[in-house]
Protein backbone atom coordinates (compact mmCIF):
# COMPACT_ATOMS: atom_id res chain seq x y z
CA UNK A 1 0.00 0.00 0.00
CA UNK A 2 1.07 3.75 -0.86
CA UNK A 3 1.96 5.20 2.33
CA UNK A 4 0.44 8.79 1.63
CA UNK A 5 -3.13 9.68 0.73
CA UNK A 6 -2.85 13.66 -0.27
CA UNK A 7 -5.95 15.24 0.12
CA UNK A 8 -6.73 18.70 -1.10
CA UNK A 9 -9.84 20.49 -0.10
CA UNK A 10 -12.15 22.03 -3.09
CA UNK A 11 -15.13 24.13 -2.64
CA UNK A 12 -15.79 26.26 -5.99
CA UNK A 13 -12.08 26.54 -6.84
CA UNK A 14 -11.34 25.04 -10.43
CA UNK A 15 -9.16 27.98 -11.08
CA UNK A 16 -7.17 26.72 -8.24
CA UNK A 17 -7.08 23.15 -9.28
CA UNK A 18 -6.12 24.46 -12.63
CA UNK A 19 -3.02 26.18 -11.58
CA UNK A 20 -1.96 24.71 -8.55
CA UNK A 21 -2.90 20.67 -8.89
CA UNK A 22 -0.17 20.06 -11.96
CA UNK A 23 2.64 20.80 -9.13
CA UNK A 24 1.27 18.00 -6.74
CA UNK A 25 0.72 15.92 -9.36
CA UNK A 26 4.32 16.17 -10.86
CA UNK A 27 6.37 16.04 -7.54
CA UNK A 28 4.13 13.60 -5.40
CA UNK A 29 5.65 10.28 -6.42
CA UNK A 30 3.78 7.41 -5.50
CA UNK A 31 1.82 9.23 -3.28
CA UNK A 32 -2.12 8.22 -4.00
CA UNK A 33 -3.62 12.24 -4.90
CA UNK A 34 -7.43 13.35 -4.12
CA UNK A 35 -9.45 16.26 -4.61
CA UNK A 36 -12.33 16.19 -1.83
CA UNK A 37 -14.82 18.48 -3.27
CA UNK A 38 -17.69 19.84 -0.76
CA UNK A 39 -20.49 20.38 -3.71
CA UNK A 40 -18.84 22.75 -5.06
CA UNK A 41 -21.63 24.50 -7.97
CA UNK A 42 -18.64 25.07 -10.88
CA UNK A 43 -16.74 23.07 -12.62
CA UNK A 44 -14.41 21.60 -10.19
CA UNK A 45 -15.48 17.99 -10.51
CA UNK A 46 -15.48 17.98 -13.91
CA UNK A 47 -12.34 19.36 -14.65
CA UNK A 48 -10.64 16.82 -12.64
CA UNK A 49 -12.43 14.12 -14.30
CA UNK A 50 -11.39 15.77 -17.55
CA UNK A 51 -7.73 16.79 -17.25
CA UNK A 52 -6.45 15.01 -14.53
CA UNK A 53 -7.97 10.94 -14.64
CA UNK A 54 -5.64 9.34 -11.87
CA UNK A 55 -6.60 11.89 -9.51
CA UNK A 56 -9.15 10.07 -7.48
CA UNK A 57 -12.74 12.72 -6.45
CA UNK A 58 -14.66 11.90 -2.89
CA UNK A 59 -17.68 14.11 -3.37
CA UNK A 60 -18.64 15.43 -0.23
CA UNK A 61 -23.06 15.72 -0.10
CA UNK A 62 -22.46 19.98 1.10
CA UNK A 63 -19.90 22.28 2.01
CA UNK A 64 -18.69 21.38 5.12
CA UNK A 65 -16.09 23.53 5.65
CA UNK A 66 -12.25 22.81 6.49
CA UNK A 67 -13.15 20.77 9.70
CA UNK A 68 -16.24 18.32 8.72
CA UNK A 69 -15.05 18.03 5.31
CA UNK A 70 -12.23 16.80 5.72
CA UNK A 71 -13.64 14.13 8.48
CA UNK A 72 -16.15 13.67 5.61
CA UNK A 73 -14.17 12.67 3.39
CA UNK A 74 -11.15 11.32 4.89
CA UNK A 75 -13.24 7.90 5.44
CA UNK A 76 -12.91 6.95 2.31
CA UNK A 77 -8.98 7.49 2.05
CA UNK A 78 -6.97 3.90 2.88
CA UNK A 79 -3.91 5.15 3.55
CA UNK A 80 -1.67 5.31 6.72
CA UNK A 81 -0.72 8.95 6.54
CA UNK A 82 -3.02 11.62 5.11
CA UNK A 83 -1.70 14.94 3.87
CA UNK A 84 -3.98 17.74 4.15
CA UNK A 85 -3.58 20.36 1.09
CA UNK A 86 -4.98 23.42 0.72
CA UNK A 87 -6.28 23.82 -2.93
CA UNK A 88 -4.24 26.97 -2.78
CA UNK A 89 -0.63 25.55 -2.51
CA UNK A 90 2.35 24.65 -4.63
CA UNK A 91 4.57 22.20 -3.72
CA UNK A 92 7.95 21.50 -4.75
CA UNK A 93 9.95 18.60 -6.10
CA UNK A 94 11.02 16.06 -3.14
CA UNK A 95 8.48 17.71 -0.93
CA UNK A 96 7.01 14.15 0.51
CA UNK A 97 10.09 12.49 1.18
CA UNK A 98 11.61 14.17 4.25
CA UNK A 99 8.29 14.11 5.55
CA UNK A 100 7.95 10.52 5.24
CA UNK A 101 11.81 9.60 6.40
CA UNK A 102 10.97 11.55 9.57
CA UNK A 103 7.06 9.72 9.80
CA UNK A 104 9.52 6.26 9.61
CA UNK A 105 11.99 7.25 11.52
CA UNK A 106 10.23 8.71 14.95
CA UNK A 107 7.02 6.44 15.12
CA UNK A 108 5.68 8.69 18.19
CA UNK A 109 5.50 11.23 15.96
CA UNK A 110 1.80 11.52 14.95
CA UNK A 111 1.76 14.99 12.91
CA UNK A 112 4.34 17.51 10.98
CA UNK A 113 3.84 20.49 8.75
CA UNK A 114 6.68 21.63 6.19
CA UNK A 115 8.47 24.61 5.71
CA UNK A 116 5.41 27.15 4.32
CA UNK A 117 6.39 30.17 2.70
CA UNK A 118 4.09 32.88 0.82
CA UNK A 119 3.65 32.16 -2.54
CA UNK A 120 3.23 35.89 -3.66
CA UNK A 121 6.66 36.42 -1.82
CA UNK A 122 8.48 33.72 -1.97
CA UNK A 123 11.39 34.54 -0.19
CA UNK A 124 9.15 35.01 2.88
CA UNK A 125 7.33 33.27 5.32
CA UNK A 126 3.43 32.52 4.98
CA UNK A 127 1.12 33.86 7.91
CA UNK A 128 -0.77 30.47 8.59
CA UNK A 129 1.99 28.55 9.46
CA UNK A 130 5.27 29.37 8.83
CA UNK A 131 7.64 27.56 10.20
CA UNK A 132 5.48 25.58 12.82
CA UNK A 133 3.12 26.68 15.83
CA UNK A 134 2.61 27.20 19.25
CA UNK A 135 0.55 29.19 21.44
CA UNK A 136 1.03 31.90 24.71
CA UNK A 137 -0.45 31.41 27.88
CA UNK A 138 -3.57 33.75 26.65
CA UNK A 139 -3.78 31.25 23.83
CA UNK A 140 -2.63 33.76 21.10
CA UNK A 141 -1.09 32.04 18.44
CA UNK A 142 2.16 32.48 16.40
CA UNK A 143 4.80 30.98 14.46
CA UNK A 144 8.81 30.54 14.25
CA UNK A 145 8.68 32.89 11.29
CA UNK A 146 5.39 34.72 12.11
CA UNK A 147 4.22 36.73 15.04
CA UNK A 148 1.13 38.83 14.11
CA UNK A 149 1.71 40.65 11.53
CA UNK A 150 5.45 40.73 11.02
CA UNK A 151 6.48 37.65 8.73
CA UNK A 152 10.53 36.72 8.51
CA UNK A 153 12.82 36.61 5.32
CA UNK A 154 13.89 32.57 4.80
CA UNK A 155 17.57 32.98 5.24
CA UNK A 156 17.31 29.31 6.00
CA UNK A 157 17.18 29.82 10.03
CA UNK A 158 14.41 27.05 10.24
CA UNK A 159 15.81 24.46 8.10
CA UNK A 160 15.62 22.22 11.13
CA UNK A 161 13.45 19.78 12.79
CA UNK A 162 12.01 21.03 15.70
CA UNK A 163 9.21 19.97 17.94
CA UNK A 164 6.17 22.56 17.25
CA UNK A 165 2.58 22.41 18.95
CA UNK A 166 0.53 23.09 16.38
CA UNK A 167 0.86 22.79 12.48
CA UNK A 168 -0.84 24.37 9.92
CA UNK A 169 -4.29 23.39 8.39
CA UNK A 170 -2.50 24.44 4.96
CA UNK A 171 -0.46 21.63 4.69
CA UNK A 172 -0.96 19.36 7.82
CA UNK A 173 0.18 15.68 7.59
CA UNK A 174 -0.77 13.41 10.56
CA UNK A 175 -0.84 9.13 10.64
CA UNK A 176 -4.65 7.94 10.00
CA UNK A 177 -5.13 5.98 13.45
CA UNK A 178 -4.20 9.20 15.68
CA UNK A 179 -6.40 11.38 13.14
CA UNK A 180 -9.63 8.85 13.93
CA UNK A 181 -8.23 8.25 18.15
CA UNK A 182 -8.50 12.14 18.01
CA UNK A 183 -12.09 12.00 15.95
CA UNK A 184 -11.06 14.30 13.81
CA UNK A 185 -11.41 17.85 13.39
CA UNK A 186 -14.41 19.75 15.84
CA UNK A 187 -17.13 20.11 12.92
CA UNK A 188 -18.74 22.85 14.88
CA UNK A 189 -15.85 25.15 13.88
CA UNK A 190 -15.96 24.97 10.12
CA UNK A 191 -13.36 26.50 9.33
CA UNK A 192 -10.18 28.16 10.90
CA UNK A 193 -8.36 27.06 14.13
CA UNK A 194 -9.58 23.86 13.85
CA UNK A 195 -6.10 22.50 13.48
CA UNK A 196 -4.42 24.43 16.33
CA UNK A 197 -7.53 22.34 18.60
CA UNK A 198 -6.62 18.98 17.11
CA UNK A 199 -2.94 19.70 17.45
CA UNK A 200 -4.15 20.67 21.28
CA UNK A 201 -6.04 17.80 21.92
CA UNK A 202 -3.46 15.00 20.84
CA UNK A 203 -0.77 17.43 22.79
CA UNK A 204 -3.36 16.43 25.57
CA UNK A 205 -3.21 13.01 24.85
CA UNK A 206 0.96 12.31 24.41
CA UNK A 207 1.04 12.59 20.16
CA UNK A 208 4.11 14.79 19.30
CA UNK A 209 4.05 17.39 16.47
CA UNK A 210 7.08 18.57 14.60
CA UNK A 211 8.06 21.07 11.99
CA UNK A 212 10.21 19.71 9.31
CA UNK A 213 12.27 22.53 7.30
CA UNK A 214 13.41 20.10 4.41
CA UNK A 215 10.48 19.92 3.37
CA UNK A 216 9.01 23.14 1.23
CA UNK A 217 5.93 24.11 0.07
CA UNK A 218 4.48 28.24 -1.01
CA UNK A 219 0.87 29.51 0.21
CA UNK A 220 -1.16 31.58 -1.33
CA UNK A 221 -3.07 32.27 1.51
CA UNK A 222 -6.79 33.76 1.40
CA UNK A 223 -8.18 32.52 -1.74
CA UNK A 224 -11.30 30.61 -0.26
CA UNK A 225 -11.76 33.61 2.60
CA UNK A 226 -9.74 37.04 2.50
CA UNK A 227 -8.32 38.26 5.57
CA UNK A 228 -10.21 41.16 5.04
CA UNK A 229 -13.70 39.32 5.66
CA UNK A 230 -15.78 39.61 8.32
CA UNK A 231 -16.60 36.33 8.16
CA UNK A 232 -12.92 34.99 8.89
CA UNK A 233 -12.59 37.77 11.69
CA UNK A 234 -16.03 36.44 13.13
CA UNK A 235 -14.72 32.70 12.23
CA UNK A 236 -11.55 33.38 14.38
CA UNK A 237 -12.63 34.71 17.44
CA UNK A 238 -15.45 32.45 17.71
CA UNK A 239 -13.19 29.51 17.50
CA UNK A 240 -10.41 31.14 19.60
CA UNK A 241 -12.79 30.87 22.64
CA UNK A 242 -14.49 27.40 21.67
CA UNK A 243 -10.56 26.48 21.58
CA UNK A 244 -10.02 27.63 24.81
CA UNK A 245 -12.97 26.30 26.64
CA UNK A 246 -12.38 23.03 25.20
CA UNK A 247 -8.45 22.91 26.21
CA UNK A 248 -7.52 25.07 29.21
CA UNK A 249 -6.49 23.25 32.08
CA UNK A 250 -9.17 23.44 34.58
CA UNK A 251 -6.98 26.05 36.70
CA UNK A 252 -6.42 28.56 34.29
CA UNK A 253 -9.64 27.79 32.60
CA UNK A 254 -12.09 31.18 33.62
CA UNK A 255 -8.96 33.76 34.49
CA UNK A 256 -7.81 33.09 30.80
CA UNK A 257 -11.09 33.15 28.77
CA UNK A 258 -12.01 36.60 30.87
CA UNK A 259 -8.51 38.06 29.83
CA UNK A 260 -9.20 37.31 26.10
CA UNK A 261 -12.53 38.39 26.36
CA UNK A 262 -10.83 41.53 27.62
CA UNK A 263 -8.64 41.62 24.45
CA UNK A 264 -11.17 40.94 21.98
CA UNK A 265 -12.99 44.07 23.20
CA UNK A 266 -9.76 46.04 23.08
CA UNK A 267 -9.47 44.56 19.23
CA UNK A 268 -13.37 45.23 18.82
CA UNK A 269 -12.63 49.26 19.61
CA UNK A 270 -9.37 49.35 17.51
CA UNK A 271 -11.57 47.80 14.49
CA UNK A 272 -14.15 50.75 15.07
CA UNK A 273 -10.85 53.51 15.15
CA UNK A 274 -10.01 51.88 12.03
CA UNK A 275 -13.44 52.50 10.44
CA UNK A 276 -14.08 48.73 10.05
CA UNK A 277 -17.21 48.52 12.03
CA UNK A 278 -18.39 45.09 10.30
CA UNK A 279 -15.37 44.02 11.94
CA UNK A 280 -16.48 44.93 15.02
CA UNK A 281 -20.03 43.73 14.51
CA UNK A 282 -18.11 39.80 14.06
CA UNK A 283 -16.38 40.42 17.43
CA UNK A 284 -19.47 40.67 19.12
CA UNK A 285 -21.36 38.09 17.48
CA UNK A 286 -18.76 35.61 18.07
CA UNK A 287 -18.99 36.60 21.39
CA UNK A 288 -23.03 35.68 21.05
CA UNK A 289 -22.09 32.56 19.50
CA UNK A 290 -19.72 31.67 22.66
CA UNK A 291 -21.82 32.44 25.49
CA UNK A 292 -24.78 30.41 23.65
CA UNK A 293 -22.87 27.50 23.17
CA UNK A 294 -20.60 27.90 26.51
CA UNK A 295 -21.82 24.48 27.73
CA UNK A 296 -21.58 22.54 25.05
CA UNK A 297 -18.29 23.14 24.53
CA UNK A 298 -17.54 22.50 28.29
CA UNK A 299 -19.19 19.21 27.79
CA UNK A 300 -16.45 18.10 24.65
CA UNK A 301 -13.80 18.97 27.77
CA UNK A 302 -11.47 15.81 27.87
CA UNK A 303 -10.37 14.13 31.12
CA UNK A 304 -7.19 15.44 30.98
CA UNK A 305 -5.62 19.07 29.97
CA UNK A 306 -2.26 19.30 30.12
CA UNK A 307 -0.76 22.41 32.14
CA UNK A 308 2.44 22.79 30.12
CA UNK A 309 1.22 23.88 26.55
CA UNK A 310 2.96 27.48 26.48
CA UNK A 311 6.53 28.37 25.99
CA UNK A 312 5.66 32.21 27.04
CA UNK A 313 3.17 34.17 29.00
CA UNK A 314 2.03 36.85 26.46
CA UNK A 315 3.30 37.15 23.12
CA UNK A 316 1.28 40.95 23.08
CA UNK A 317 3.19 41.77 25.36
CA UNK A 318 6.89 40.73 24.10
CA UNK A 319 5.39 42.10 20.86
CA UNK A 320 3.48 45.24 21.50
CA UNK A 321 5.82 46.08 24.30
CA UNK A 322 8.92 44.78 23.97
CA UNK A 323 9.03 44.80 20.88
CA UNK A 324 10.30 41.18 20.35
CA UNK A 325 9.15 40.75 16.73
CA UNK A 326 11.09 37.57 15.84
CA UNK A 327 10.79 34.20 17.25
CA UNK A 328 13.12 33.24 19.88
CA UNK A 329 13.90 29.81 20.63
CA UNK A 330 14.27 30.80 24.89
CA UNK A 331 11.06 32.36 25.31
Same mark, same amino acid.
Given at each position: ??????? $??? +?????????????????????????????????????????? !????????? #????????????????????????????????? +???????????? !??????????????????????? @????????? #? =???????????????? #?????????? +????????????? =??????????????????????????? #??????????????????????????????????????????? !???????????????????????????? !????? @??????????????? =?????????????????? $?????????????????
Amino acid at each position: MNQIAVV $ILN +WNGVKLLEQFLPSVIRYSGEAVIYVADNASTDASVSFVKEHF !PTVKIIENK #GNFGYAKGYNEALQFVEEPIYALVNSDIEVTEN +WLQPILALFEKE !PETAIIQPKLLDFKNKDYFEYAG @AAGGFIDKH #G =FPFCRGRIFETLEKDN #GQYNDIFPIF +WASGACFFIRKEV =FHDLKGFDADFFAHQEEIDLCWRAFNK #GYVAKYCGTSTVYHVGGATLEAGNPQKTYLNFRNSLWMLLKNL !PKGQLFPVIFIRLVFDGIAGIRFLTQGK !PKHLW @AVLQSHFSFYRHIFK =FLGKREAVQSQNYYKINS $IVYRYFVKNGKIFDVNF
